[in-house]
């Protein structure tokens, strides 16, 4: 079964600062990788979509990486806003009790505050 | 092009009685998937739906139950609630093929009494 992890849990930083958030899985067979954005009390943004056999992927100020062998991901937000302030969650797609087409793993997610 | 809507978006029921929630995914998306998210568990996966098929179920009692039309709009069913049933649930839907990307609703906010 595919256990999803990310560290730090929260994280507080001032507007400006580059950022890591990792995300780490347990089963390097994994189909693709997926960075969601959650506001308090509202539903998931997808941000980034990275497939098994990519190693990157980037939108704006946002890079996510994948090492599968590793079982890591990280998402880099550069010059963080307060506007950045949510949730980030990562999913994993993997298999599932014998559905091929698996489904998506959440870690508990990382809660980012960025102050003026 | 409109994004997943969910309805209702929040709802209040007690104890015992069962609730419906909707789904419509976006247009030309064939697969619908659910989650249950709870500040204890997490986000949890109950499960999907592709071309009015269940294609993936996750570890929830059999009072949780869905169906998909064949205009792929979902619907969920939680019979004999219980105050633990009390939940964020999140509708995502994907076109059903690669690259299996979802995409979310704004959830529906159910509080059991």
């Known amino acids: 079964k595919q256990e999803v992890t990310q560290i730090p849990a929260a994280l507080s930083v001032p507007e400006g600062e580059n950022l890591v958030l990792n995300c780490s899985f347990t089963?390097?067979?994994?189909?693709?990788l997926q960075w969601f954005r959650q506001d308090p009390g509202k539903g998931l943004t997808s941000l980034l979509l990275i497939q098994s056999s990519q190693r990157e992927q980037t939108s704006g100020r946002l890079n996510a990486s994948l090492d599968k062998s590793s079982g890591r991901s990280t998402l880099y937000i550069a010059a963080s806003q307060p506007g950045d302030s949510a949730t980030y969650l990562c999913?994993?797609?993997?298999?599932?009790?014998?559905?091929?087409?698996?489904?998506?793993?959440f870690g508990r997610g990382t809660q980012l505050t960025v102050w003026p | 092009k409109a994004g997943v809507t969910q309805t209702p978006r929040y709802l209040i029921k007690t104890r015992g009685q069962q609730v419906t929630l909707s789904c419509s995914p976006i247009?030309?998306?064939?697969?619908v998937s659910w989650y249950q998210q709870t500040p204890g568990q997490g986000l949890q996966f109950l499960f999907e739906y592709f071309s009015e098929t269940q294609r993936n179920k996750g570890n929830f009692p059999g009072r949780f139950s869905g169906r998909q039309f064949s205009n792929s709009r979902s619907e969920m069913n939680v019979s004999t609630l219980e105050l633990g049933d009390s939940a964020l649930y999140l509708c995502?839907?994907?076109?059903?093929?690669?690259?299996?990307?979802?995409?979310f609703g704004p959830g529906t906010r159910l509080t059991v009494t």
């Open positions: 995502a839907s994907s076109l059903g093929g690669a690259p299996y990307e979802q995409y």
């Open positions: 089963d390097s067979a994994i189909y693709n």
């Open positions: 247009s030309g998306h064939r697969s």
């Open positions: 999913a994993g797609r993997g298999a599932d009790r014998g559905s091929t087409l698996g489904r998506l793993y």
